[in-house]
């Protein structure tokens, strides 16, 4: 059980120290940044990459743990629709959603499917970054096997 909290708590400090960091590049930021390419543009921070990496190492860490999948997916699969966080991070809370794929082989078919339903309603075909089709094509594959 504990490994399971662990998991969690990783993903969840991950996205709370990129928070932090877009909070002080938001506070940085001047009239004009990233306006015609000149300034400081928020949108090509190195935090964004840095919260990218810390996810993936934080999900290969926790599934090493033994913690559980399904509750990882769950967590990366939400974190867009979440409220709270500044909009210039919403593109990377939606690519992080790609370190999903390592999970998805841990998941029970049964839940796939549901997962797979889920995630088909709340990203259609049309709005799907090619990450997200990738994801929603491995769950319907592994909602197709036989438990």
């Known amino acids: 059980m504990e490994a399971v909290e662990n998991g969690l708590e990783r993903l969840v400090d991950c996205v709370e120290e990129y928070d932090k960091a877009m909070e002080k590049v938001t506070a940085r930021r001047k009239l004009g940044d990233g306006l015609l390419g000149f300034g ?3 949108k090509r921070a190195p935090c ?14 926790a599934l090493a743990e033994g913690a559980d999948a399904e509750a990882m997916v769950r967590f990366l699969l939400e974190l867009a ?6 909009q210039m991070a919403y593109p990377m809370l939606e690519a992080v959603q790609g370190h999903a794929l390592v ?3 841990h998941l029970e078919p049964q839940r796939a499917r549901e997962l797979a339903y889920w995630y088909g309603r709340q990203y259609p075909r049309i709005r799907r970054m090619p990450v997200q089709q990738k994801l929603y094509m491995a769950l319907e594959k592994r909602g197709r096997q036989r438990e």
Request: without cysteine; proline residues 8%; negative net charge.
């Open 103 to 105: 999970l998805v082989p």
């Open 48 to 61: 964004h990459m840095d919260f990218y990496e810390n996810m993936g190492e934080a999900v290969t860490a």
């Open 81 to 86: 629709q979440s409220k709270g966080h500044y």
């Open 40 to 42: 400081n543009d928020p």
